[in-house]
């Protein structure tokens, strides 16, 4: 192979040496990982969670375990002024920003919950569908026109949207069945995760359009089940339904998150990652 067709340095264009990265719902179940990813490719991570004292607890242990920087910040997605917020204090912290990882969402545990009627779509909570939407869709929208209009300014930038394999398929119901309950009163994952999910799709692409020239790119990542000690009935079940056999662990996200927000990823805009184990092949 010719010095001119090596493959010396291609690593390199997964770092994120230097580079600022806000995630939000960054100190739940995944967002932590991604977090973690960030920092071990020499990133900076911004921890941003509504639960402030978590948030700066797992940057702290974040700049231990790595011996780089991170930050731990409370932040409402719901809320404009907490947003720009965030965002000041970031550029007063780091002088700038470089990813968002719009990550923070609603997700209630439906295996396992002892009131399971009101997950269904006639006994839905109107007050739950405005909750989730809000946080899960116009949070992302409320991040992304802060932040990456931020990002346009300087003209560089990543957005990665965490979306689900949910939002490329309709979530199978007889998943969360229950022995000896009737039809109507069987649980079911809420309409509001399919809707956000979905919606954060669309909104990759609308965003991915409207920055392409100013040097943003947007995509989207989305993962399928990850095991959190669900009940092993409602686990055996899912497997059934993935090639690979199994649910995901929850550190096997990490490397197709680094692969978004880096340079590996630079001529990929307004697309949908779908890591899920083969679930939507089937």
């Known amino acids: 192979m010719s010095a001119s ?52 607890a797992a940057a702290s242990r974040i700049a231990t375990a790595t011996g780089g920087e991170a930050l731990g910040l409370e932040c409402d997605v719901t809320s404009p002024s907490s947003v720009e917020w965030m965002l000041a204090a970031v550029l007063e912290r780091f002088g700038r920003v470089d990813v968002l990882v719009n ?24 007050e739950v569908w405005h909750a ?39 979530p199978d119901q007889r998943l969360y069945e229950k022995p000896g309950l009737d039809p109507r009163s069987q649980p079911v994952k809420p309409v509001t995760y399919s809707v956000v999910k979905t919606g954060l799709i669309g909104l990759t692409r609308y965003l991915a359009t409207y920055w392409a020239d100013a040097g943003v790119r947007v995509n989207a990542l989305s993962p399928g089940g990850v095991y959190d000690g669900q009940p092993d009935d409602f686990v055996a ?29 630079s001529y990929m805009t307004g697309q949908n990652l779908i890591v899920d184990g083969g679930r939507t092949c089937w």
Request: aromatic letters at 4%; one cysteine or more.
């Open 103 to 126: 990550n923070a969402a609603n997700n209630p545990k439906v295996e396992g919950a002892s009131d399971r009627q009101w997950s269904r779509l006639e006994h839905l909570p109107l």
């Open 132 to 170: 989730d939407i809000a946080v899960g869709l116009t949070g992302a929208f409320l991040c992304s026109r802060t932040i990456g209009d931020e990002m346009a300014r300087r003209g560089a930038g990543v957005i990665v949207n965490i979306a689900s394999d949910l939002a490329v398929i309709a």
């Open 5 to 56: 067709n090596s493959v010396v340095g291609v690593d390199s264009r997964f770092s994120l040496h230097g580079r600022v990265a806000i995630v939000t719902g960054g100190a739940g179940l995944l967002g932590v990982r991604h977090c973690q990813a960030i920092a071990s490719a020499g990133g900076i991570p911004v921890v941003a969670d509504l639960r402030g004292d978590i948030a700066q």
């Open 237 to 265: 079940r899912l497997a059934t339904r993935i090639p690979l056999g199994r649910m995901a662990e929850v550190n096997e996200y990490q490397g197709a998150l680094l692969f978004l927000c880096s340079d590996a990823s």
